[in-house]
C-alpha cells in the first residue's frame, strides 16, 4: 500500500475556545526552528523511498508559515520518498492567513487542495468561538485560493453550538453551496476536556443545544447537503464526484500513514506510535535522536476492532472480502452476533459487499463502533 504523509504544524494565531488540538499562540520564536527539524526529520525517516500518494499539513494553522518554509517542507518530503505523480496535497489554512499571494505560492510549490477552517458564516458566532476572521473573510479566502489556481477546496463547519438555531445552521450550508468548494467536513460540536468552552459549560456561562434539536441539525445538513449535489461519504464528510479527501480516507480503510512533527501519529500497519508533545524537545531531537513519545503494538484482537469500527465512519461500512483478505477468516467469525444485533435495531444495513451505517445508524454512531470492542 502507499504511504499517507501527515506534518504537523503546532502553531496557531489565537487557542479557539473548542479547541483541544495541540496548537499554541505566541509561539513565532520556534518557527523557523520547527521547519528545520521537520525537515531533520522527514529526511531520517526509516521509511525513507517508499511510494506515497498523499501528503497532509495540518495544525495548528500550517499557512501562519510563510509559503517558503512550507516549499522546503514539501521538497524535503519528495527528496525521501517517492511521490506519485497525481498525489493529493493538501495544506489547513484559516482566512486570515491566507490571501491569493499566498494561495499562488503554495500552488507553485504543487500544493493542489486546501482546507479552509471557516467553522461560520455567522460573525457572531466566529467571535463566540474565538475565531479570528470574519465570515467575509473567509468567503474571501475561498475565492483567492480559487482565483490562485487551487480548485479542490475544501471547508469546516460546525453546528450544535450554544446560541446556534436551525436557521443559522441551514444559512451556513446554504452559503456553502453558493462557493466553489467541492469538499466539506461538517461536524456536531464535541466538548472535550480541558478547552475553555468545556469551562464556561461547567460554570453556567452557556448551554448547548437540546439533544433534539442537534439531531435535527444534522439530519438538515444531511439532506441540504445532498441537495446541493454533495454525497455523504463518512459520518462528517461530504464531496462532490471523486473529491473525497484520499489522504483522510486512509485512516478510515487501515492504510500505513506517517506523522512528522510535534504530537503526530503514525501507523505502519501493525504499530502505532505518536512523537513528543514539547515543541523544544522536538526541535532538539528530531533528525538526531528519538522523537516517539509512546507506541503501542497492534496484536490481531485490536487489529480487528480497529478495522471494523475506522470502516463503519465510511458510508460504504465494512467490506467482508476485504476483511477475510486482510485478517484470513471471515467476519462472521469474528463478529457475526454483534452484526445480527444492530442490523435487528436498525443502526446497521446489509450491503452486496457488507454492511454499513443505516440512516438511524448515523445518530448513534459511537454506540455501534463499541460493539466492536470486545
Known sequence: MRLG???HIPFCRHKCLYCDFPSYAGLERYYDGYVQALCRDIAASPYAGEEADTIYIGGGTPSLLAAGDIDCILKALRQTFRMTSHAEITVEANPDSLDYDKAAALADSGVNRLSLGIQSFSDAMLAFLGRVHTAAQGEAAILAAYDAGIHNLSLDLMYGLPHQGLADVCRDVKRLSQLPVVHASIYSLIVEDGTQLKA??????????PDEATETMARTVH???????????????YAKGSFES???SKYWTYEPYLGFGVSAHSFDGKVRWANVANIPAYIRQAGKGSIVAESVAIDARRAVEDY??????????IDYGDYARRFGKSIEADFGPVIDQLVCQGLLERTAKGCCLSEEGLGYGNYVFSKFIR
Do not use: T
Not at 200 to 209: A, H, I, N
Open 246 to 248: 484520499h489522504h483522510n
Open 308 to 317: 471494523c469500527f475506522l470502516a463503519l465512519r465510511r458510508r460504504v461500512g
Open 200 to 209: 464556561g459549560l461547567d460554570k453556567g456561562e452557556w448551554q448547548l443545544p
Open 223 to 237: 439532506e441540504a447537503m445532498h441537495g446541493y449535489g454533495f454525497h455523504h461519504y463518512e459520518i462528517s464528510s
Open 5 to 7: 504523509l501527515y506534518v
